[in-house]
């Protein structure tokens, strides 16, 4: 008996030595791509403390009993070695083996990963083996602050176990003669670790065993840039379920905006990003750091735009620069932005000529030939009086004008290119000058931009009227007449009276006309001295005034002033008397109008506080209110919406264009508060009054609502032009061209997030009572943080007072690729209508942007969704996304989920990520019930498939590969359709997407125990 026992033990030893062989062989190539270029470990979470195959002398690791393990050492074809161990004593009963490795430092670890890679025998393939044979090993540890004396005798029981070690697969002598490599790996949880160092050891209880590597590590969450914040190295807490808090330091040239924050979690990752840091002045955001602006650039403010190209005229030579320093000859204003080009003084104006009448003077201009770059030129003139000797113009003196000259509109300032001059001196020299001046005139040595001209008044008419003298005076009245000169040039037309009370300015003044020499002046007040003057008009125009005449009215009469308060007195009482007439007149009329005021109110509050779906608003969310509701819609505007201060708003680039006028970018600069990037929507010129209140139309809903994931309103400008609609800036625009310019950029778990962030925003619009008719990827906006927020309220409305009502369109566009069948068919749209285009949008998202049912006419998508057809999951999708979007596309709308379930649903996917593992593209994971899937339509042959997703350019192509079956492109992968040349990405999706849609409804069918 003992010599077979000697003889089955020596033959199951040259079988495990077949099986090294077999390792050996298939580990040199396999094994070792694991090993960077230096022998570390690639993932940047992990710290490796100990990793046998990067060992290159020997690992000193212990065995007891001594001929328990056995460590062998071979080289690779590298010439590195190759460290095992191996047990299998499986003929032998009660196996106590122990295997020990040196002391290992913690470093800065709270809890250690150990991996084993090994391969086991499955005892079932040992021919002979008794009962004690096992398919199990056990790992234990044990926390040292110093390393073990050589000497230190080994006592298993002060070692902690951590688990039993299984394998998924095992090898058989079948795999031996095959040499099949059954390699199993296996990670375990050490700790909490709170000693210096640690020993590991590997206990066989008499398995058939090799342990072909050990690698212990822990996690940490690497250093990184974030927002412009540094992060660094940290490790996370011992208690798994806590994030670490980790505040970032601005990098170099950038300042807080808001404190920038991340957690650390368990498994290294860095979460939940809050905060951010910016760029200072002069810096610009490139690659993750502010780099200074070049010279020819600039930034003015704080933040992360882009450094700006210097404006016309100026120039910057230095780094860093924070404006653009005006070149020579060209200014800059004190209000003027450092965005806006240098200019400079305007021109004279041109062509300065006068005209003169009998009293009136006309100057006349043109423009400045140069401007000088600026819209604000006015003009100045100045007027000076000079007398000469006989002609002798040196002696010629030249004083300022008389304070009398009258300038209409008045002499400085002048918008317009025209002035009229009165009351001037007869037979006098004027020179006027006329200035051209804009915001810069003054800043530099240039000289005055004037143009002149000299006036001799002696061409005027001479006075034609004589003494004016009072005839009577009453206490508002007084008659006045006066004398013609003699010989007048020409007939007299008429006269004019010019008067005004002396104690007043002669810039106020009233005047009347005659065609008698004579006038009874009245309207005047008692005891006051007027000013009179009276000139001709003649068929040549106005004479010169004549000299100035005072004259004041009668003082008040005791008597008179008595009987006129009893007058006062009687009317009073009369007019008391009537109204308390109309008194109770009113309050018999108001009785009745505040019943039908308050039926009115009461009817309104019904209104504003019932919506559609049975959706009941919680507390703190309002209800929506229609602006069509008011009758003057500009109440709307002021009542939900903002006025801002036009000076408050810095625009500093233009960014697209919408529907009304521009978009731009720019800074929201509020005293008392800080600088904030907005988004400015503007009314282009000549726009109607419908235009206008179209265009504030959409401030009036936004003003209305109050949530992180709706684009919040800054405020308005309706008092001055531009007409402006203020909102916050997001950074990276509409979220359809942001996807598709990151494709494959982001893990599932992101994409659900922001799908979660829009989920948020409709489920708010849906609590106040409202659809918004548009709900597209276009209309989301996603912020620096990958935030979404639902924008773009044109088309939405209101849902109406039934509970089962929908809103019923009466024109314009509808986007039929977004839109529910119901409401494409008969205009209801409604919060389950949203639901639907909600599902599109879910698409879009996971398909990275891509357009709905690609090129399909509106026609073939309206008819297609009638017959049953769907979306398929586009690439990568998890079947959890897809079967939510097949829900939000049900035909009956009352099947279709509330924004309230997808909501809780999408949080309990984040919760719990593994349920997002599972993609549409995995064969194994077709759905158990294919009723919860739509009818998707068969295809007769290759070429209708093709035509059906206007594809068919690639009938030739699946044709000459032998692919002509349904059957045979339902397996084809993502390879097939490269190898058989089809080489534009957009296209490779499109098709692959409706091959998977294509192999479930096959599927579905074999399972029904029907043959394609």
């Known amino acids: 008996m003992p ?205 058939c065993i090799a342990l072909v590597s050990v690698k212990v590590f822990y996690k940490r969450c690497p250093s990184t840039l974030r927002s412009l914040a540094a992060f660094p190295d940290t490790v996370p807490h011992m208690d798994s379920s806590s994030l670490v808090e980790v505040r970032g330091a601005c990098v170099e040239n950038a300042e807080e905006r808001d404190t920038p924050k991340l957690y650390c979690g368990a498994d290294g990752d860095w979460l939940v990003p809050l905060g951010h840091c910016v760029c200072s002045i002069g810096h610009e955001e490139m690659d993750g750091y502010c780099r200074a602006c070049r010279p020819g650039s600039f930034k003015a403010f704080a933040g992360n735009s882009k450094c700006s190209k210097c404006p016309l005229h100026s120039s910057s030579h230095d780094q860093a620069a924070t404006i653009c320093h005006c070149d020579k000859g060209f200014y800059r204003a004190v209000k003027d932005p450092a965005t806006m080009a240098c200019t400079r003084p305007p021109s004279a104006p041109r062509n300065l000529v006068s005209l003169i009448n009998d009293t009136a003077l006309f100057l006349q201009w043109m423009p400045p030939r140069d401007s000088g770059g600026r819209e604000d030129v006015t003009y100045n003139v100045l007027c000076q009086r000079c007398d000469g000797s006989d002609g002798d113009r040196a002696a010629t003196r030249c004083e300022p004008c008389e304070p009398d000259l009258r300038f209409i509109p008045r002499p400085l300032g002048l918008t317009g290119t025209s002035v009229a001059i009165l009351d001037y001196a007869t037979h006098a020299s004027y020179t006027f000058h006329v200035e051209a001046v804009n915001g810069v005139t003054g800043l530099g040595v240039a000289a005055r931009s004037l143009a002149n001209v000299s006036i001799n008044t002696h061409q005027s008419g001479p006075a034609l009227v004589g003494a004016v003298r009072k005839d009577w005076a009453s206490q508002t009245s007084i008659a006045l007449s006066w004398s013609e000169v003699e010989q007048p040039p020409s007939d007299i037309v008429d006269y004019e009276v010019k008067y005004y009370e002396k104690e007043q300015e002669q810039l106020s003044y009233s005047s009347t006309r005659t065609r008698n020499p004579s006038v009874v002046v009245t309207g005047l007040r008692p005891s006051t001295v007027y000013i009179f003057h009276v000139r001709a008009r003649t068929a040549a125009g106005y004479s010169a005034y004549s000299p100035t005449f005072e004259f004041a009215t009668a003082a008040e009469d005791p008597d008179v002033a008595d009987q006129g308060q009893v007058l006062v007195v009687v009317t009073a009482s009369v007019g008391g008397f009537s109204l308390l007439v109309i008194l109770t007149l009113f309050l018999l009329i108001t009785g009745r109008c505040q019943g039908y005021i308050k039926a009115r109110m009461k009817s309104e509050e019904k209104r504003r506080t019932r919506f559609h779906s049975g959706h009941v608003p919680f507390s703190g969310i309002k209800t929506y209110v229609d602006p069509d509701t008011y009758e003057d819609p500009t109440q709307a505007v002021e009542e939900f919406a903002k006025e801002i201060d036009p000076s408050y708003i810095c625009i500093e680039r233009v960014i697209g264009a919408g529907e009304f006028g521009e978009v731009c970018s720019g800074r929201l600069r509020i005293p008392g508060r800080m600088d904030i990037a907005v988004a400015i929507k503007t009314l282009k010129g000549g726009y109607m009054e419908q235009q206008r209140r179209d265009f504030l139309r959409e401030a009036s809903i936004m003003g209305q609502f109050n949530s992180p994931n709706i684009i919040r309103l800054e405020g308005v400008v309706t008092r001055s032009r531009p007409v402006m609609i203020v909102v916050e800036y997001m950074e990276n625009g509409a979220l359809d061209s942001f996807l598709r310019t990151r494709d494959g950029q982001f893990t599932v778990l992101q994409l659900v997030g922001m799908l979660r962030g829009i989920t948020a925003g409709m489920n708010y619009l849906s609590d106040m009572g409202y659809i918004h008719r548009d709900l597209a990827a276009r209309n989301i906006l996603v912020d620096a943080n990958l935030v979404c927020k639902v924008s773009d309220f044109g088309m939405s409305r209101v849902l109406e007072d039934d509970i089962e009502a929908a809103y019923t369109a009466t024109g314009g ?52 969704i009638e017959e049953g057809y769907r979306l398929p999951a586009p690439m990568g999708c998890p079947v959890t996304l897809h079967q939510l979007m097949l829900h939000c596309w049900q035909k009956e709308f009352g099947q279709r989920p509330r924004f309230s379930d997808v909501l809780s649903f999408l949080d309990k996917l984040i919760i719990n990520p593994s349920s997002l593992l599972t993609l549409v593209n995995d064969a194994q994971s077709f759905p158990d019930s294919p009723e919860s899937l739509p009818d998707y339509p068969l295809f007769i042959s290759i070429g209708d498939w093709l035509d059906s997703i206007k594809m068919s350019q690639y009938k030739n192509n699946f044709l000459a590969a032998g692919y002509t079956t349904l059957d045979s492109i339902s397996t084809m992968s993502i390879d097939d359709i490269r190898r058989i040349g089809i080489c534009l990405i957009g296209h490779q999706r499109r098709i692959i997407s409706s091959i998977q849609s294509l192999r479930l409804q096959l599927h579905h069918i074999q399972q029904s125990g029907f043959q394609v």
């Open 3 to 207: 010599l077979t026992f000697m003889w089955r033990e020596k033959d199951f030893k040259r079988c495990w030595s077949g099986h090294s062989r077999a390792w050996r062989e298939s580990m040199n190539n396999r094994f070792f791509t694991q090993r960077g270029e230096k022998g570390q470990w690639k993932s940047d979470t992990r710290v490796v403390l100990l990793d046998t195959t990067t060992v290159l002398g020997e690992l000193d690791w212990k065995t007891y009993p001594v001929n328990g393990w056995d460590a062998i050492t071979e080289m690779d074809e590298q010439n590195r070695p190759i460290h095992t161990f191996q047990v299998c004593h499986v003929m032998e009963p009660n196996q106590n083996n122990w295997l020990r490795s040196g002391w290992i430092q913690r470093q800065a670890a709270q809890r250690v990963y150990v991996e084993m890679r090994f391969t086991l025998r499955d005892c079932n393939s040992i021919p002979w083996v008794s009962g004690t044979c096992k398919e199990t090993f056990n790992l234990f540890y044990l926390q040292t602050d110093e390393p073990l004396p050589a000497a230190t005798r080994f006592r298993p029981l002060d070692y902690a176990k951590v688990d039993t070690i299984a394998a998924d697969e095992s090898f058989t002598q079948t795999d031996l003669g095959d040499r099949v490599l059954r390699l199993n790996t296996e990670v375990r949880e050490v700790g909490p670790v709170t000693h210096k160092g640690f020993y590991l050891a590997f206990q066989d209880v008499g398995a």
């Open 813 to 864: 566009k509808i986007p039929i690729r977004w839109t529910a069948p119901e409401a494409i068919a008969y205009g209801k749209f409604s919060s389950a209508s949203d639901v639907w285009s909600y599902g599109i949008v879910m698409w879009e998202v996971m398909s990275y942007g891509e357009r709905p049912y690609w090129e399909m006419s509106n026609q073939d998508v309206i008819l297609s």
